[in-house]
T-cell receptor, first 115, second 109 residues
Framework: GAGVSQSPSNKVTEKGKDVELRCDPI?????LYWYRQSLGQGLEFLIY????????KSGLPSDRFSAERTGGSVSTLTIQRTQQEDSAVYLC?????????????FGPGTRLTVT | GQQVMQIPQYQHVQEGEDFTTYCNSS?????IQWYKQRPGGHPVFLIQ?????EVKKQKRLTFQFGEAKKNSSLHITATQTTDVGTYFC?????????FGAGTTVTVRA
């Protein structure tokens, strides 16, 4: 596709359940980022992948959050034992190179609601 | 890391008027990026500023990087309803962007 895609677009889950969010970056983009955006708030960095390097997990809020990127392309963000405070829009972005020097292209996001 | 502070948080503008939103840092920035997020949408890249004192224009939008590289501004002239949304600045460091809280712009027709 032409842009970053994310699935599902919406996810409603019960507290305590695990969820998996998917991101398909733009082909050829080596950098991939996950952000969290709560209602009316800014973007909170979660995790960053660059090529085959070890990911920068410094933004993950707890050990319930994990992410992987397979084959340098698709990424999944997993939240275990979801809590109500996990409700937010989860955004994925990719960039051609270093995401602090190159434009980041964002996907449409996954809106997660934990009931 | 140190965040960038954006002011004002909200900007209510009469259509046709000009306004400016500011992005401030307590530390010297290597670069600054600006993004726009329309209501219900995702952030879209607008511009990147790298050089001290740099000024870039995109139609009615003028972006400026301060001489000391500690602040940046976005000035919009003759505001239109299409300018509605939240404007974020983001500082680049350590392969990551740190986003400000944004300035949310509403326009009165």
């Amino acid at each position: 596709g032409a842009g970053v895609s994310q699935s599902p677009s919406n996810k409603v889950t019960e507290k305590g359940k695990d969820v998996e969010l998917r991101c398909d970056p733009i082909s050829g983009h080596t950098a991939l980022y996950w952000y969290r955006q709560s209602l009316g708030q800014g973007l909170e960095f979660l995790i960053y992948f660059q090529g085959n390097s070890a990911p920068d997990k410094s933004g993950l809020p707890s050990d319930r959050f994990s992410a992987e990127r397979t084959g340098g392309s698709v990424s999944t963000l997993t939240i275990q034992r979801t809590q109500q405070e996990d409700s937010a829009v989860y955004l994925c972005a990719s960039s051609l190179g270093r995401g602090d020097r190159y434009e980041q292209y964002f996907g449409p996001g996954t809106r997660l609601t934990v009931t | 890391g140190q965040q960038v502070m954006q002011i004002p948080q909200y900007q209510h503008v009469q259509e046709g008027e000009d306004f400016t939103t500011y992005c401030n840092s307590s530390t010297t920035l290597s670069n600054i990026q600006w993004y726009k997020q329309r209501p219900g949408g995702h952030p879209v890249f607008l511009i990147q500023l790298v050089k001290s004192g740099e000024v870039k224009k995109q139609k009615r939008l003028t972006f400026q990087f301060g001489e000391a590289k500690k602040n940046s501004s976005l000035h919009i002239t003759a505001t239109q309803t299409t300018d509605v949304g939240t404007y974020f600045c983001a500082k680049g460091s350590d392969y990551k962007l740190s986003f400000g809280a944004g300035t949310t712009v509403t326009v009165r027709a």
